[in-house]
């Protein structure tokens, strides 16, 4: 049975899914802390990549910054994933499919708001969001080819934006 590519299924998943808005808020600040991988998202990287290979992409445990300011995402791999491949990033807001970022290291599809960038330094990735709004409140995911898996490109790694409760 012919599968699509995981890419080709985020862009057809991308064009169905809506954008969710949390509202402006003029003060606060955001947390960004990384997650464990959930039951649904291995059984669909299985289903698309035919592999059930273990992340080897990792982020920090949390970063946080205030609304307004920038925030970075980091995401390591090796030499055999983000060491010799790009990396794309992509943004899943809450009841949404995943929207695609930033492609080839730091590329942004057209309409996709220029306060997010990205960037690759030896065998890391970074995604930088700048002007940090309350709508950036999602998960962020990044995604690399990797070489010795000889796996179709996969979302790896997983950050999320969330806003800090008001003190």
Known sequence: MDRPALSQWMKKEQIKGGLLSCGAQKTGSVMVSTMSWSPVLLTLLAHYTGSWAQSVLTQPSSVSGSLGQRVTISCTGSSSNI?????????QLSGT??????????N????????????????AGTLTITGLQAEDEADYYCSAWDDSLRA???????????????V
């Open 83 to 91: 060491g010799s491949n790009y990396v794309s990033w992509y943004q």
């Open 97 to 106: 499919a995943p929207k695609l970022l930033i492609y080839r290291n730091s």
């Open 108 to 123: 942004r599809p057209s309409g996709v708001s220029d306060r997010f960038s990205g960037s690759k330094s030896g065998s």
């Open 152 to 166: 179709h490109t996969e979302l790896q790694a997983r950050g999320e934006v969330r806003q800090k409760p008001a």
